[in-house]
């Protein structure tokens, strides 16, 4: 949740004896997934800074109580209505107090002690959490595999349930399916959930909301990840008819599920992944990476995987010049949908600091890249089906 602290131009918190947004950064670091930033804008800027930075919530200090400011503060809450803008004023008179409710500002703090707001940001935590968990879903899961091992499907799975999630009125759920070896957490988190993949498919008879919100482990508000089995004894214990359904029922909560899938194509996967809404095939610039991408795109048509199902996803991890994307669709017949950029600072950094590339710069090109597809597919992609469906009809694959 992006938090911004607005301090009118020329207004410094000190001179007023108000917490400066340092005392507060040191209490909302405690608070998970809340990123706080401190600006110094008049509402002009303001305006202009809210069209460029994606904020959730934010608090306006020193419009030094004046009736002009104010309702410049009602035309931005009426332009960004996503925005929880919380108004700081200083000793209001009840007559400036009635003309912001006439306005609609109605969250209106007078007191600065951390506690309020901190209060503040917890109850609109847990508003938006309730609002997004009752509101009807979207129900698409989205399968990531590999043509062959390594050729970055966690990559692409973590950072585009990432991307996904950087809509905030969207629930995304990302499931290492990789079993046992899932390395996903190392793209997501440093902190190891206490349950996993297995605990799901296990308790599926009494899978509810309830323990559906205990179990999965929260990256942020809006993105959960549940990790894959890695104790070995746990898995013989999995209860396999189960598996299909736990993705079934997650449907119910989610907008998007994200499968992260091992390359290797077993029985069980292959049921989950022709119940997928959208494959994507992520392959490298390699002659054994296209040959394999072939024979999966075959296996699942065989499987009544539709084509138009399946979009590829070329991953410049193993950069050979001599093969482009020209030659990787005329050997499979199938457009690619998505070029991603070898990129070895920003994911080396990534696997350090356990983040998804997209959010260690999000202003590189492998980033773009991803959110630019992401917002693609989160949004109408009839378009997207139309140009497949004429590449096919030039292309039919035998
Ligand atoms: N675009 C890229 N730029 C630089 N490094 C990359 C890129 N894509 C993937 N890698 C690196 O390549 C390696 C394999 O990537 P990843 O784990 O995503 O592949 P995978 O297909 O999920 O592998 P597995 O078959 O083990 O599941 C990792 O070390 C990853 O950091
Ligand atoms: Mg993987």
């Known amino acids: 949740m992006n938090i911004v602290i607005n301090y009118m131009k020329e207004w410094r918190a000190e001179q007023h004896n108000l917490k400066t947004s340092s005392d507060i950064q040191g209490i909302v670091k405690s608070m998970p997934d809340i990123s706080l930033k401190q600006v110094h804008l008049n509402v002009t800027s303001l305006k202009k800074y809210l069209s460029e930075h994606d904020t959730d919530m934010l608090f306006i200090y020193g419009c030094d109580n004046k009736v002009s ?33 006439d306005l609609r500002i109605n969250d209106i703090i007078t007191l600065d002690d951390t506690q309020t707001i901190i209060k503040e940001i917890s109850d609109f935590k ?22 062959k091992g390594g050729d970055g ?18 629930r995304v759920v990302i499931i290492d399916m990789a079993i046992p070896f899932g390395d996903a957490d190392m793209y997501l988190t440093q902190t190891q959930n206490v349950f996993d993949l297995t605990d799901f498919v296990n308790s599926y008879d009494r899978l509810d909301e309830v323990l559906i919100e205990s179990m999965v482990q929260r990256l942020n508000t809006n993105l959960h990840f549940i990790p894959s089995a890695k104790n070995f004894q746990k898995i013989m214990t999995m209860k396999l008819e189960n598996y299909e359904r736990v993705i079934e029922r997650l449907k119910d909560f989610y907008d998007y599920v994200v499968l992260d899938f091992s390359s290797n194509f077993d029985p069980v996967s292959l049921n989950i992944i022709q119940s997928c809404n959208h494959i994507f095939m992520v392959l490298s610039d390699s002659l054994a990476s296209i040959r394999v991408c072939n024979q999966k795109i075959n296996v699942l048509q ?25 030659h990787i669709e005329v050997a499979l017949d199938k457009k690619i949908d998505l070029f991603i950029p ?57």
């Open 302 to 326: 065989q499987n009544k995987v539709m084509p138009e199902k399946i979009a590829l996803i070329e991953n410049e991890s193993r950069v050979n010049e001599d093969i482009t994307t020209g």
């Open 69 to 101: 400011v104010v309702e410049d503060i009602a035309k931005l809450k009426d332009k960004y209505q996503k925005v929880k803008i919380v108004l700081h004023l200083y000793d209001p008179k009840s007559t400036l107090l009635l003309k912001c409710i």
């Open 126 to 147: 847990n508003t938006q959490e309730n609002f997004l968990k009752n509101k009807t879903h979207s129900r698409q899961v989205f399968g990531l595999m590999s043509s």
């Open 342 to 398: 070898f990129d070895n600072n920003t994911i080396n950094e990534s696997l350090i600091q356990s983040k998804p590339a997209i959010r260690i710069d999000p202003s590189c090109k492998l980033a773009k890249k991803i959110v630019g597809f992401s917002q693609k597919w989160s949004g109408n992609h009839s378009n997207k089906l139309e140009n497949k469906t004429i590449w096919r009809n030039l292309f039919k694959r035998t």
């Open 153 to 170: 499907a966690t990559v692409m799975a973590t950072n585009f349930a990432s991307a996904l999630s950087q809509n905030s009125m969207k």
